[in-house]
């Protein structure tokens, strides 16, 4: 019998804030323990919760992005667990009336080739709630730890359908899901300092049954690339347990990202009672038209639309969307150089920054927005080479210092004498004149119609030039006289 | 008061990770029996076209800006924790 896999995920989004979602202390990542709290996050006696407006504009942006109904109305409710992750021995959350509903998450799975955009399907979202980020629990051999810093983080929980087949799929869910946070500004989404998590519920079914199996929830799955391997080891698992006359049972089961194996959580608990009801504490939050339009208004292009607008409007090649694109202002920054480069230069521009700036960028390990090379100079740079001013060799060079000193081309073609030179008419014509005579293979070739044999006679052509002739002209020079000889 | 069918003092307890005596499952039972007594009471209101609500005030919207301001020092915030270590409360071992 021939099986598929349903998966759902849950995500966990913390949103960018100051402070945290229900009180005014700061909200933040890698500092000191227990230096990120106040009398509301430690549940002290007599303490208010006190809605922060940002979070709530995030979640509702995030909404728009994902293209999800805004609730006109929704509450607040007290999720009841004992842990001591959670001063107050509950979490504040949304139960039956979530800030969003619906909407969907445009994934593109992998292509063809590295080259190739690969198919693009849209996967739909039940809901999005916001809740609060609970405290971190550090394990130790005979007691744990705990820190308060993260609890009270506005965190957002991202639920899709039960809708993809594949850990492919998951895989572009995930890095859409983050893409668009990122764009929005929503979040940083920096799976290590555990800003988006995801759990899977992931079941197995005969191929044409409409009901779902029974489902193991898959925990822990901290990183990209552990949601893929998590979920295609998982999908292994429960085909092989099947395949061996086996039964599934409702489980979850923690991945370990580290040796590729997952093992079932043991639960001293009956099922999860959490008793949830409505938070007396906190009123109820009216969403109307002009609070949505508003937000509306902030929302940037997704980013995949930014993508097809960039391959339409620039007609660059998608492998080098598909580096821009995941980093928004990366892909800005292509955007601008582009523009100022000129027409049928965004392609040189696109490359140089795909290639050289990221490879530089890296080597000093410094973000984009600390580069010296402005779109102006970067578009400069495109300009000389294209006018044959700056021959790529020398434009290397000329890039490396504009990296390292912010200065124009200009300025520094000029200084180190890298300008392709001026030749003398009457020099270059006899370089390519000894050029063809010295190479009377290449020159059958030409005239036997092989465009390409042309390229035979430039080295030595450069050569003589010491590297500073005007390629265009050498080009030229070389058509005339070869058009020439017989 | 008699007792309410659907209560289930064991598994209240548990919730509540109280550990009962027989005597107190007794008294207990008694007591949240009398107050699910009241509820059925409750339920028996007609309520046919009230809108539900989870707040007695129509007050909505209430927040504040995202202006973050000191909180405690970790020396006031750990204050009353029963054992810490490296500035972290020192709570049982909650995995295996």
């Known amino acids: 019998m021939n099986y598929e896999a349903v998966i759902g995920l849950e995500v966990h989004v913390q949103i960018k804030t100051h402070s945290k979602v229900f009180t005014r202390v700061a909200a933040g990542y890698g500092h000191p323990p227990n230096t990120l709290t106040d009398p509301v996050v430690l549940a002290l006696p007599g303490t208010l919760p006190v809605m922060n407006k940002a979070a709530l ?46 909407g969907s998450v445009e994934i593109e799975l992998p292509g063809a080739a590295r080259n190739i955009m690969g198919e693009h399907k849209k996967i739909p979202l039940t809901r999005i709630h916001l809740e609060e980020d609970v405290g971190k629990l550090n394990h130790h051999a005979t007691d744990s730890l705990v820190d308060y810093n993260r609890a009270g983080t506005p965190l957002m929980e991202i639920v899709s359908e039960p809708a993809m087949h594949t850990a492919e799929e998951a895989f572009a869910y995930l890095t ?18 555990g800003q988006l998590r995801c759990d899977a519920n992931i079941s197995i079914r005969p191929v044409g049954e409409t009901k779902l199996g029974t489902k193991v929830e898959l925990k822990n799955l901290n990183s990209i690339s552990f949601v893929r391997d998590g979920i295609a080891h998982e999908i292994k698992r429960q085909l092989a347990v099947v395949a061996a006359g086996g039964k599934l049972i409702q489980e979850t089961r923690d991945y370990d990202g580290q040796t590729g194996t997952s093992q079932s959580l043991r639960s001293k608990e009956m099922a999860h009672d959490y008793r949830y009801f409505p938070d007396p504490d906190l009123m109820p939050v009216h969403v109307d038209e002009p609070w949505k339009q508003k937000l509306r208004a902030e ?21 080098i969307t598909s580096v821009l694109i995941p980093d928004r202002e990366l892909s800005d920054y292509f955007e601008a150089t582009a523009k100022l480069a000129g027409p049928g230069r965004a392609q040189a521009a696109g490359n140089w920054i ?17 580069s010296k090379v402005s779109p102006q100079n970067l578009a400069a740079l495109v300009q000389l080479i294209d006018a044959g001013t700056l021959l790529n060799a020398a434009a290397k060079e000329v890039f490396i210092e504009m990296f390292a000193t912010g200065d124009t081309p200009a300025v520094i073609v000029a200084r180190r004498g890298l300008a392709a030179a001026p030749t003398d008419a009457g020099e270059l014509e006899q370089w390519c004149r000894d050029s063809i005579a010295a190479n009377a293979k290449a020159l059958a070739e030409f005239k036997a119609g092989k465009e390409s044999a042309i390229n035979a006679f430039k080295g030595p052509v450069m050569k003589a030039a010491k590297g500073k002739a005007n390629p265009k002209l050498v080009d030229e020079t070389l058509r005339r006289l070869l058009a020439a000889t017989n | 008061m008699a007792q309410s069918p659907d209560l289930n003092i064991d598994r209240v307890a548990e919730l509540a990770r109280l550990a009962l005596t027989p005597e107190e499952k007794a008294r207990f039972s008694a007591q949240l029996g009398s107050v699910l007594h009241h509820i059925e009471e409750l339920a028996k209101v007609d309520v ?25 020092s970790v020396e006031r915030a750990l204050i009353n924790a029963p054992a810490q270590r490296d500035h972290m409360i020192v709570v049982p071992k909650v995995v295996e």
């Open chain 1, 57 to 102: 504009d995030a979640i509702i942006k995030a909404g728009l992005l994902l293209g999800c109904d805004i609730a006109p109305v929704c509450k607040w409710d007290r999720k009841q667990y004992f842990y001591p992750d959670s001063p107050k021995n509950y979490q504040i959350s949304q139960y039956d009336q979530p800030m969003c509903l619906n």
């Open chain 1, 176 to 193: 859409s899901i983050r893409n668009t946070m990122i764009y929005g500004g929503i979040s940083d989404c920096d799976m290590e300092k």
């Open chain 1, 299 to 319: 929302c940037p292009e997704l980013p995949f639309d930014k993508q097809r607008r960039l391959l339409a409007d620039y007609q660059i090649p998608y492998t």
């Open chain 1, 354 to 370: 795909a290639n050289d700036l990221l490879r530089e960028l890296g080597a000093a390990k410094l973000p984009l927005s600390a």
């Open chain 2, 48 to 72: 046919t076209g009230v809108e539900p609500t989870a707040h007695a005030f129509p007050i909505s919207n209430v927040w504040a800006n995202d202006v973050a301001r000191p909180g405690l």
